[in-house]
Structures are given as structure tokens and as C-alpha cells.
């Protein structure tokens, strides 16, 4: 057994959130104790922005975590951002103004005040091709490409009046970057992770399924067991969606970069349909940026931002998740607070009920045709617990997957996958060994805590060879006295 599942925060099951909060560490968060108290006010995963600072600084960032979780008692899942193919511009002085028809010149590691060439930080001249947007300082100046030069310049027309600052964004919606979405640095950032202690790893700037398939091998190939978590940000990816989503073991609607290559009023219908693959696919869903971005600088939230978190909630996400809030803002244990009683005011007072309108494709697994019975069976005799026996983890997405009002307690002897399953929806996870009897065991150990009481229905799902990966079987309805 371990330590995390041998001091578990005593909490009636009357009272677990069911959408699950992460928070990202940040120069606000930078300490062991800032790190604890996140946990504590109720993240359930911790974000680790690997767009800044370096591997020391991470590794310090792991083993805090770690340690507060097994202080605090709680499971939680490390989740290693990567930064991807991120476009931004150069370096030059001052502010380039730009007005609407005018003609603009970029180059890779340019010298503006010598060539009259906008500096960008990765080479355009082979990736873009005439006709296609280009749109700079996130979305606030938008061109056109004219024309791209022997030389690697590349010729736009603005077509709006704006301004340029040195180091901010570029986004390219009708550009193919196939073969080039891990860097130079992603793969020493997916190698650092690889020996250190990482749950889910983050690919940003994802355009299809080919480029989770990349990622899966390199980590196979270095001996991860991390899961992946495909960052839904670029055009590219939503016209691969389902394929994306299927190939990846969870998902993120990014929806910073999401609204500058599509357009900012799909982003809600977007999210919603990525919600909805998620439930179908049984992936973990993650709804990310901005979410309480005004408590960056304020205590308290927008009505507008309530409002959005509650409505990640009510359509099903997995996971709602905090950026700059934590990171960088004045208020993040605050923040976490908030966010975490959203939630629970959200699932106390509005039957949520996560639909999606389309049914699967194909014949129906036998994993698959044992957790709709469990969660029939549960609500029919109204189980306060769903206790799932898993070794990969598997049982218990499938069960979260159809939304169960009933608490997903989740069973493994795998540490990592207790913490991957940290962000799945309702899931509670305990480390225990593989026993014939650990659902009965645990359940025991919940009735002494007082996490469940007497009298209390519980539904178990779990094999007749504990500890073998695909041999759930038996289903058992359990009266706890």
C-alpha cells in the first residue's frame, strides 16, 4: 500500500466534485507550500508550463507535488505541457505600426533595423504558401501571404490597421506544419519527462492523428507510461477531430489559440462537440484558458466567468483548468476555491445529465457492454458508490464516460494510474494491492473513515484474475453494515 491512499482528507462521498480542477504552477505558486495548499483547496492536477523556466525548476516543481499529495492523502496527476511549434515574432525595438493594405516582410532571425524584415522565430519560408492567413499579435493585425522568396522572406499584405510588439504570437490557420509539431525542445522536454515522475503529457499545436501516433512511439521508446493529452488549438485539428480525439487518451480545448484560427464565436460550439467525443470515445475532457481570468488580478470572478465554468460543468467536462490564475495571478489558492465551489454549487442544484446526440460506431466490447450494466444496475438500486477494479485504469473511463451520478471509486495497485485517473470525471482513486478482495477491503476501510455509512448500496465491478489488465467480469451489489 502507499502512503497516498493510507491518509485520505475525510470527506464524506456525499460531498466529491465530480469535474475535476487543475492548476498550473507558476512564479505565484513557486513553493512546496503554495503547492499544498492548491492540492488542498481542491486541484486534482497540476500543470506544468514547460513554454517557460527549465528542468531544474520542473524537477523541484515534481517532487513537491508528490510530496504534497502524500501529505494531503490525495492522488493527482502531473501534467507536462509541452510548448510545440509556438510562432511568435522576433526581437526589434520600439513598435511597428502597420496600416491596412500595406505591404509586410518577414524573415527567420531577421535584423529589422537593417533589412526592414519583421524577425520571426521559426522559418515560414517552408511551411506557408501564397494566399494563406497569417495572423500576428494574436489575432490583432491579420494578413494575407503574397509571395515567399528564394532568400526565405515571406511577403504579406495587412489587411487591418494595428501594431506589432516584439515576441508576440503568430497564428497560421491554413498552414500545414505535418512533421514539424515536436521540436528541438519538446523532445528534450518528452525525454526529461520520461525519467521523471509525469502523468499526461500535453501536445500542443496538434493537426491530426499522425502526430499523437509520433508521440506515442518516442515515449514508448524511452519507457513512459504517461497518457496523452491532445491540445485542440489549430484549424488542422478540427478538421481531424474525431480521428484526434481516438487516438489520443485525453483532450484540451485550448481555446486561446482555438479562437484566433477559427473564430472566437465557434469556440462555445467547439467545445461542446469536443465535450461530446470525449463522452463517446471515453477520453478525459479538459476545458482550459481564461476560465476565471480576471482573478488574475481581482478576488473575486466575473459573473460571465461563473457562468463558464458552469457551463463546462453542466455539458460534462472532465476537467476545468487554471492558466495565468494560478500561475502568475495575485489570488490562485483563491482562484482554486472559487472554481471548486462552481462546481459543487453547479452539481447540487441542476440535474446533470451530459448527453451527446451520437452513439458510438461498431460493435459493442465486452468492457463496454459491462459498464453500461453497472451503471444501470446502480442507479436502479441507488448505489452511493460505484467501486471499480482496475489495472490499467480503462474500467473506470468507461464507467465516468456515461456520467453516473453515483461516485466512480476507482481500485488499482498502479501508483500512475491512480494519478492519471486524478482528472477523469467522478473518479476517486485509491493504491491498493491486488487482491481478490480489495473493492470489499476499501469499502471497509471508507465505512470506518466515515467516507461511506452504514446502510450505504455499493455496486462493484472487478475480475477473477486481480491485477490482469482486460478481465473485468463480476458485478456485485454490496449492502455495507
Known amino acids: 500500500m502507499t502512503q497516498t491512499t493510507q491518509k485520505a482528507p475525510n470527506v464524506p462521498i456525499t460531498q466529491f466534485k465530480r469535474t475535476k480542477t487543475i492548476a ?74 502597420v496600416s491596412t493594405g500595406q505591404a509586410l516582410m518577414f524573415r527567420y532571425k531577421s535584423d529589422f533595423q537593417t533589412t526592414g524584415c519583421i524577425p520571426i522565430q521559426y522559418d515560414l519560408s517552408k511551411k506557408v504558401k501564397r494566399g494563406e492567413r497569417l495572423y500576428l499579435y494574436d489575432g490583432k493585425v491579420r494578413a494575407t501571404v503574397t509571395s515567399v ?22 497564428n497560421l490557420p491554413d498552414t500545414d506544419f505535418a512533421g514539424d509539431v515536436i521540436t528541438q525542445k519538446d523532445k528534450k522536454d518528452i525525454a526529461f519527462g520520461s525519467k521523471h515522475d509525469i502523468d499526461w503529457v500535453a501536445m500542443s499545436f496538434v493537426q491530426t492523428e499522425d502526430d499523437i501516433r509520433t508521440l506515442r512511439r518516442m515515449l514508448k521508446n524511452l519507457g513512459s507510461d504517461a497518457k496523452i493529452m491532445a491540445k485542440i488549438e489549430t484549424k488542422a485539428a478540427i478538421d481531424n477531430l474525431d480521428e484526434i480525439i481516438q487516438a489520443a487518451d485525453g483532450v484540451m480545448v485550448a481555446r486561446g489559440d482555438l479562437a484566433v484560427e477559427t473564430a472566437p464565436e465557434s469556440v462555445p460550439i467547439l467545445q461542446r462537440k469536443i465535450i461530446g467525443l470525449g463522452l463517446r ?14 482573478m488574475t488580478e481581482m478576488p473575486e470572478p466575473t459573473r460571465a466567468e461563473v457562468s463558464d465554468v458552469a457551463t463546462a460543468v453542466i455539458v460534462g467536462a472532465d476537467c476545468v483548468m487554471l492558466s495565468d490564475e494560478t500561475a502568475n495571478g ?44 453497472i451503471m444501470s444496475l446502480a442507479e436502479s438500486v441507488g448505489a452511493k458508490a460505484i467501486v471499480a477494479e482496475t489495472k490499467s485504469g480503462i474500467t473506470a473511463l468507461q464507467i465516468a464516460a456515461r ?30 494491492p491486488d487482491s481478490k478482495y480489495a473493492a470489499t477491503k476499501l469499502t471497509d476501510w471508507m465505512l470506518k473513515t466515515k467516507i461511506l455509512h452504514k446502510g450505504d448500496i455499493i455496486v462493484s465491478a472487478s475480475g477473477m484474475y486481480p491485477g490482469v489488465v482486460g478481465t473485468t467480469d463480476t458485478i456485485k451489489v454490496r449492502v455495507l453494515e
Open 149 to 170: 522568396s528564394q532568400d526565405g522572406t515571406v511577403h504579406a499584405r495587412a489587411e487591418n490597421d494595428g501594431i506589432l510588439i516584439k515576441r508576440k504570437g503568430m
Open 330 to 373: 495575485q489570488y490562485p489558492i483563491e482562484a482554486v476555491k472559487v472554481m471548486k465551489r462552481i462546481i459543487m454549487y453547479t452539481q447540487s442544484n441542476l440535474p446533470v445529465k451530459a448527453v451527446f446526440p451520437y452513439e458510438r460506431e461498431g460493435l459493442t466490447s465486452r468492457q463496454e457492454a459491462i459498464c453500461t450494466t
Open 24 to 97: 498550473t504552477i507558476g512564479p505565484s505558486t513557486m513553493s512546496y507550500e503554495s503547492v499544498l495548499q492548491l492540492i488542498k483547496a481542491g486541484a486534482n492536477g497540476l500543470r506544468l508550463n514547460f513554454s517557460h523556466g527549465n528542468h531544474e525548476e520542473k524537477a523541484e516543481q515534481i517532487k513537491w507535488v508528490r510530496s504534497a499529495s502524500q501529505e494531503y492523502g490525495k492522488p493527482v496527476a502531473i501534467i507536462q505541457d509541452l510548448q510545440g511549434p509556438k510562432i511568435r515574432l522576433g526581437d526589434f525595438e520600439g513598435i511597428i505600426n
Open 281 to 294: 470515445y471515453g477520453k478525459p475532457t479538459v476545458v482550459a484558458t481564461q476560465m476565471l481570468a480576471s
Open 403 to 432: 456520467r453516473p451520478e453515483s461516485p466512480v471509486i476507482a481500485v488499482t495497485s498502479v501508483p500512475r494510474v491512480a494519478q492519471q485517473l486524478a482528472i477523469s470525471y467522478g473518479t476517486k482513486s485509491f493504491v491498493r
